[in-house]
T-cell receptor
């Protein structure tokens, strides 16, 4: 099956810093989503981004489908950005998740 | 509120018991997906239903079963529970396939088997 790899696995940021999270996938996909799992366990849908670039406040994402990767940018990080960020892809009809990037933003 | 409702939020039960987790999809969504998130396995796809019919199966144990009812809500039944079944169980819904918005997840049911 498709492989989804996220890097880095862990990230510690000082509040106000910027960061880039990467997602590589091994095959063509129909869909790509970024999720944030907060410390309470909730999975929040950040972006549906099979290709191109999208922005939502301090977050933005870019997917280059032809090169099989996606990037999630966090600017001016806040403590509420802490949690695990997952990339998930759909090669057929179901989401396959990467291992996640655990982000800790320190005040 | 994502529009996907899962109940209960928390469940504590003993080994060998049986539990039922419930999911109501977003209005208009026909597909329901179940995922299991355990500490050592990450987020694993269990099963998908579309408009009442099973569409895809993932790493679902034989002790687990699911169904989707005519009103489109879904139930995941877990039986002969073991300690290793302790996990966060998520339900997600979509219009059909990926749709224009992708998949939307509920807030999960945290199952603890003691």
């Amino acid at each position: 099956g498709i492989q989804v790899e996220q890097s880095p696995p862990d990230l510690i940021l000082q509040e106000g810093a910027n960061s880039t999270l990467r997602c590589n996938f091994s095959d063509s996909v129909n869909n790509l989503q970024w999720f944030h799992q907060n410390p309470w366990g909730q999975l929040i849908n950040l972006f549906y981004i099979p290709s191109g670039t999208k922005q939502n406040g301090r977050l933005s994402a870019t997917t280059v489908a032809t090169e099989r990767y996606s990037l999630l940018y966090i600017s001016s990080s806040q403590t509420t950005d802490s949690g695990v960020y997952f990339c998930a892809v759909v090669p057929g009809n179901k989401l396959t998740f990467g291992g996640g990037t655990r982000v800790l933003v320190k005040p | 509120d994502s529009g996907v409702t899962q109940t209960p939020k928390h469940l504590i039960t003993a080994t060998g018991q049986r539990v039922t987790l419930r999911c109501s999809p977003r209005s208009g969504d026909l597909s329901v997906y179940w995922y299991q998130q355990s500490l050592d396995q990450g987020l694993q796809f269990l099963i998908q239903y579309y408009n009442g019919e099973e569409r895809a199966k993932g790493n679902i144990l034989e002790r687990f079963s699911a169904q989707q009812f005519p009103d489109l809500h879904s139930e995941l039944n877990l039986s002969s529970l073991e300690l290793g079944d302790s996990a966060l169980y998520f339900c997600a819904s979509s219009v059909g396939g990926p749709g224009k918005e992708g998949y939307t997840f509920g807030s999960g049911t945290r199952l603890t088997v003691v």
